[in-house]
């Protein structure tokens, strides 16, 4: 693999993913890694990325020299690059001359090695402190800005790079074509990480780990479990079987559209669990959101093992047990959870699609090494339909905190509707894209007078939560236009009985969170 070494910012998953984007496979590393360590992964590549730190920092992650003498391709960014001038003797200052953002950046001389093909004057985006006034020995200087004399530097004979500016945003132009620059020209690597590529590799990994066993997989209705779940099908076909808890808390179409579409698409065997009544019932009379989430949770979990405790009972071999629990957990999770090395998990999320460890199976997670756009890829490619593979996320825990006050059938009833509403002219409006999702809450313990027909109503009021994010750590409220705001609001104050009002929220997150709950 290429290996990203993380230097701590936010940088490195965005490396990863552009040079997975020039269909090369990339992998991150954490810099506190020994430099043997990264060496006998066997690196076809190695990119240092961007950090927050100042070389002069006590403490500051440094690069030892050794990692250059190796023979492995190497390219520094940002501090990656200042830590690399430092290790081979270059000279980096503190100028306290700083550069954030949009900068003109100018090739000494023709744009050329690992800037081969761009123009000699353009526009890159910086973030940094200190900066380089020496090159090490042996290296050229490629590119000068007014704050960084040496912003780029090449050794095209020991296959050693590096650049003050950020390729891997977008906002620095030919950002992709440097770093494949670097990947094809300077490291000589070859295109072939392909989306039917992974599906090979990961239909042969999981015969392998699971042999002749039994799977069993929870499908959510999200993305994730679905593509993990037709992946282990087509690799173990009639072993696995998939798990759909109906816990009432969906939205409209949503349970059909797992036992139809995702059954047609994969021709898994399906095991539902209609537990509509056992979630109702332990939600009775709450109101208190992380009590409603742990309810939920735990009822879940619940649920799971009674599912699982039947499928054992009612197969061919019965009494065999299953051995194996299929999970959709992807690249950021397995990054964010320190590399998969133990480090604690910073997301506080109850994935009610994703079950504790302590269930006693053994995890398959054929979607590890995988980001979210390259999940879907894949799920494209094993034929699951768009309404699956395209949809926004949704949280675990469903529709129950989108009811502000207790949960109910009733008030479920009312919500589904409000929001198969607002999905269809969303949709209709071919505005699909331009929201990562759209929550829409019923204040059940909110009530307001208005007025319908000849008399007084005092019904509830309906929120509306169109956001745009990136990865849902933050959010703006998406911009939608007025006159599909007003479709939507006309149509549920008039269809969806004891709704009288429609609300639009306007607050980016943070402070606010995108669920209400
Ligand atoms: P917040 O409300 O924290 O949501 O801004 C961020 C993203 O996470 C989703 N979400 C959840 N997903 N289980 C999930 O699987 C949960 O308990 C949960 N809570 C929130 C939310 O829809 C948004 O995409």
Known sequence: PVLVVD??????????????EANVYSEIVPHTMPTEQILAKNPAAIIL???PSSVYAEGAPRVEADLFQAGVPVLGICYGFQAMANALGGKVAQTGLREYGATDATMSGQARSILAGTPAAQNVWMSHGDSVHEAPEGFEVLATTSGAPVAAIADDERRLYGVQWHPEVKHSDHGQRILENFLFEGAGLKADWTTGNIVEEQVEKIR??????????????????AVAAALVQRAIGDQLTCVFVNHGL????????VEKDFVAATGAKLYIADEQERFLTALAGVTDPETKRKIIGREFIRAFETAEAEIVKASANAGEPVKFLVQGTLYPDVVESGGGEGAANIKSHHNVGGLPEDLQFELVEPLRTLFKDEVRAVGAELGLPAEIVQRQPFPGPGLGIRIIGEVTED?????RRADAIARAELTAAGLDNEVWQMPVVLLADVRSVGVQGDGRTY???IVLRPVSSEDA???DWSRLPYDLLA????????EVDGVNRVALDVTSKPPGTIEWE
């Open 487 to 494: 479709r939507i609001s006309n149509r549920i104050t008039n």
């Open 250 to 257: 969906l939205r409209e179409g949503e349970a059909e559209q």
């Open 7 to 20: 230097y701590g910012a936010q940088y490195a998953q965005l490396i990863a993913r552009r040079v997975r």
């Open 49 to 51: 990325s961007g950090g």
């Open 411 to 415: 008030r479920l009833n009312t919500l």
């Open 473 to 475: 750590m933050t959010a």
């Open 208 to 225: 392998a780990q699971v042999g002749d066993g039994r799977a069993i997989c929870g499908l959510s209705g999200g993305v994730d479990s």
């Open 459 to 461: 019904g509830h009021p």
